[in-house]
Nanobody, 124 residues
Framework: QVQLVESGGGLVQAGGSLRLSCAAS????????MGWFRQAPGMEREFVAS????????GVADSVKGRFTISRDNAKSTVYLQMNRLKPEDTAVYYC?????????????????WGQGTQVTVSS
């Protein structure tokens, strides 16, 4: 079992920045590919970013490419999502998730553990 707890969400003006953190506990953090997803009201959950076990390989959605960066610190069992140049359409609940796959993956159903989510609201 892996427990995931997100933090760092909040209200920010368009153009601003936030850094989300996701702290993991339980089984070895470095055994898991980690991902960030988001879900806006009335919308399906969508992939944002994913990072390999070592942190060497990452992938981000086209909608956030060049603005969001995923990273991890295995010593701290934490994954981060740095979000810059935020837009109102980035408003959503952001979730981190853990996958037992060996490479970054974009499909939500390939992730087995999920956090409770943190709200990000971007005002125009």
């Amino acid at each position: 079992q892996v427990q995931l707890v997100e933090s760092g969400g909040g209200l920010v003006q368009a153009g601003g920045s936030l850094r989300l953190s996701c702290a993991a506990s339980g089984r070895s953090f470095s055994d898991y590919v980690m991902g960030w997803f988001r879900q806006a009201p009335g919308m399906e959950r969508e992939f944002v970013a994913s990072i390999s076990r070592s942190g060497t390989n990452t992938g981000v959605a086209d909608s956030v490419k060049g603005r969001f960066t995923i990273s991890r610190d295995n010593a701290k069992s934490t994954v981060y999502l740095q979000m810059n140049r935020l837009k109102p359409e980035d408003t959503a609940v952001y979730y981190c998730a853990a996958s037992s796959y060996s490479v970054p993956v974009v499909l939500a159903n390939l992730y087995v553990y999920w956090g409770q989510g943190t709200q990000v609201t971007v005002s125009s």
